[in-house]
């Protein structure tokens, strides 16, 4: 299942029609991958230095980068200096993978033939795209939509006025009403007259034994997947952002807010309305207040609260002394 790709590269990277220092190199790539994820064959790219130890291991040839971040790269690959590493990796995307960088409607809906999906039961009102596959006793409420390519598990139970693209779904997970899977995320490239949109290649992952409550949204990753791990349950409202990896048993509350890239470990616990901010690492079994705003790391095993979050014994002693 984790195979599947949702958008098609028109082209493989020729590193010459982009930079002009392999102008007369016949240099062929074959996609852009992250830091961690790369191979020979792959482009990669370092813009942030939260990332250097991903960085330091690569097995990327060729990586996008600046040079206050280049030296924390293996000898055997190959540096592009630039100080604008995420606009020229946008820029390569978007003429590689045409269609990723704005949500077009999925124009093959239909209502979905009941000989097809013979141990499925659908509501009123449902479209279904090609080639999308369900598991046995699965339940699809009224309204939902199912985009191309989207797989589900068995035993899955999806609500009313859903709409999922871009996505893999595992077993047993339930998907209360109104909730949004596998939208583009937001990523742009400021510049003066007109924003560069980010156009974004990845997926939503959902394990098994999920549940995400109403009116949930989880956007897709931009270069790498967004990831719910097994057992996970998020509560109403809840935003998880591109590239965001939530792993097993974590419990989380209504409105909280995951910025991009963040990574939450196993059995974390979040309070309603709290926000977790881009690029961080929230280790396992940690407990975060309602309405904290965590700005940076936090270890395994702690429980913070407050703005900026600090450890709670901190908290309460700030509070007292106020």
């Known amino acids: 299942m984790n195979d599947v790709n949702f958008?098609?590269?028109k082209k493989d990277i020729i590193l010459g029609n982009y930079f002009n220092i392999y102008k007369n190199h016949k240099i062929r790539l074959t996609d852009i991958r992250i830091l961690k994820n790369a191979s020979k064959e792959h482009?990669?790219?370092f813009d942030n230095i939260r990332y250097k130890d991903e960085a330091k291991i690569t097995k990327a040839k060729y990586c996008i980068t600046t040079s206050k971040l280049k030296n924390f790269l293996p000898k055997s690959c190959e540096i592009i200096t630039t100080e604008k590493v995420l606009y020229e990796v946008a820029n390569i995307l978007k003429d590689i993978y045409p269609d990723a960088d704005i949500d077009f409607p999925d124009f093959n809906l239909k209502l979905p033939n009941k000989r097809k999906f013979s141990g499925v039961k659908f509501g009123n009102n449902?479209?279904?795209g090609k080639n999308v596959k369900i598991g046995k006793?699965?339940?699809i409420g009224d309204n939902t939509i199912i985009e191309s390519n989207v797989v589900i598990g068995k035993k899955v139970i999806i609500?009313?006025?859903v709409h999922i693209k871009n996505?893999?779904?595992g077993n047993e997970v339930v998907i209360q009403s109104g909730c949004?899977?596998?939208?583009?995320?937001?990523?742009?490239?400021s510049k003066k007259n007109k924003n560069f949109k980010f156009p974004h290649i990845g997926r939503v992952l959902i394990s098994n034994y999920v549940e995400l409550s109403s009116n949930c949204t989880i956007d897709r990753g931009s270069v790498d997947d967004t990831v719910i791990g097994e057992n996970t349950y998020l509560d109403n409202q809840v935003h998880v952002a591109h590239n965001v990896k939530i792993g097993k048993n974590c419990m989380i509350a209504g409105q909280v807010g995951f910025a991009g890239s963040s990574t939450i470990g196993d059995n974390v616990s979040i309070g309603g309305q709290a926000g977790i901010s881009g690029h961080l690492k929230i280790g396992n079994n940690v407990k975060i207040g309602g309405?904290?705003?965590v700005i940076k790391n936090i270890e395994d095993n702690q429980i913070v609260m407050g703005y900026p979050a600090v450890s709670f014994k901190d908290f309460i002693k700030n509070w007292k002394n106020k």
């Open 159 to 161: 609500g009313s006025n």
């Open 167 to 169: 996505t893999l779904i």
């Open 137 to 139: 006793n699965t339940h």
């Open 126 to 128: 449902v479209f279904i």
């Open 43 to 45: 482009l990669t790219f």
């Open 180 to 189: 949004k899977l596998g939208q583009k995320g937001f990523g742009f490239i």
């Open 291 to 293: 309405g904290s705003g």
């Open 7 to 9: 958008f098609k590269k």
